[in-house]
């Protein structure tokens, strides 16, 4: 096999795109381990609504940044940065390649193309601005977030309290959109090839969605809500709670919706989600597509990995 000319391999895709299926099945061929690059992922218990891979698929390649916090906790990309970088380097000390897998754009910007220091915000700002969260409600905030930066609305879901609160702080304390402040400097120093899957019939992706959704019912997601709500603490509010899907089941599980309405809330949220992840890769430079053909999607993801001669008998 052919070293690797990079020092990790990321791949990114909208969800349910099959970046997960395609990258466990590249390391059962390769040397390496998979660093998941999902806000989602780093959260205990919360294994249906995520997709997070099964404990047979973790035993089968070492996985990194998963079930790291509690849901009561938080998680930035600063973190996930640090994070990302000291598992690479721990990596390498096996002899083995970092494979970077999953669909938070904002985490592989950070890690990719870097970001400056944000202006702290401050108590007179915060309250500022949760006062007219409380008095014009969170769309309006998004509206307003548009007028400012729409490179960064665009990229928010406009239900997105706490990013979109951020973004208008970093504007009322600097005066400058907070997209400004991304990729000023310049990321990792480690060099990561990074390529992405992109779906080739939207209509396909969304069947794909719905299915996922209706197996992660039947699977007990419901059931896995009731269990969060119980944790002292835990609220609707909580970022992990705004994992689509979630809020969701809570509203449901509270009475709030129907069963059917939930359903379709959280088909719908996960559409939105991955109309995002899309919109982000395609702004990102230096990211290759793969063909939404997956067998050659693996065989050049595999080149990149430096296996261009692994045997398929390896995983058959």
Not at 2 to 18: I, N, Q, R, W
Request: net charge neutral; with cysteine; proline share 5%.
């Amino acid at each position: 096999m052919k070293p690797c000319s990079y020092d990790a391999v990321m791949l990114l895709g909208p969800t349910a795109s099959g970046k997960t299926a395609l990258a466990l099945e590249i390391a059962q061929r390769i040397p390496s381990e998979i660093i998941s690059i999902d806000s989602a992922l780093v959260y205990k218990h919360m294994d249906i609504g995520t997709a997070k891979p099964t404990k047979e698929e973790l035993t089968l390649v070492p996985h990194h940044l998963i079930d790291i916090i509690e849901p009561t906790d938080s998680y930035s990309a600063a973190d996930f940065v640090k994070d990302c970088e000291e598992k690479i380097e721990e990596i390498h000390s096996r002899g083995k390649l970092p494979l970077i897998v999953g669909g938070t754009m904002l985490y592989a910007k950070a890690l990719l193309q870097g970001m400056d220091n944000l202006p702290t915000s401050t108590p007179e700002v915060r309250e500022k601005i949760n006062s007219m969260l409380q008095e014009e409600g969170v769309n309006a905030l998004h509206k307003r977030l548009g007028m400012i930066d729409p490179l960064t609305a665009e990229k928010l879901s406009p239900n997105d309290t706490q990013r979109i609160s951020r973004a208008l702080e970093v504007y009322e304390l600097s005066g400058k959109p907070i997209s400004s402040f991304y990729g000023a400097s310049k990321g990792t120093s480690f060099n990561i090839k990074a390529c992405a899957l992109f779906p080739d019939d939207r209509k396909v992706l969304h069947e794909r969605i719905e299915k996922r959704f209706d197996q992660m019912l039947e699977n007990g997601f419901v059931d896995e809500v009731k269990a969060l709500m119980k944790i002292p603490r835990l609220t609707k509010e909580h970022s992990s709670m705004r994992c689509v899907g979630y809020r969701q089941a809570w509203e449901y599980i509270e009475g709030i919706s129907t069963f059917e309405s939930f359903r379709e809330k959280g088909i719908a949220a996960t559409r939105q989600l991955a109309k995002r992840q899309i919109t982000w890769l395609r702004s990102f430079e230096g990211v290759e597509r793969l063909s939404p053909d997956m067998d050659l999607a693996r065989k050049k993801f595999l080149e990149l990995c430096g296996a261009n001669n692994v045997s398929k008998e390896v995983t058959d």
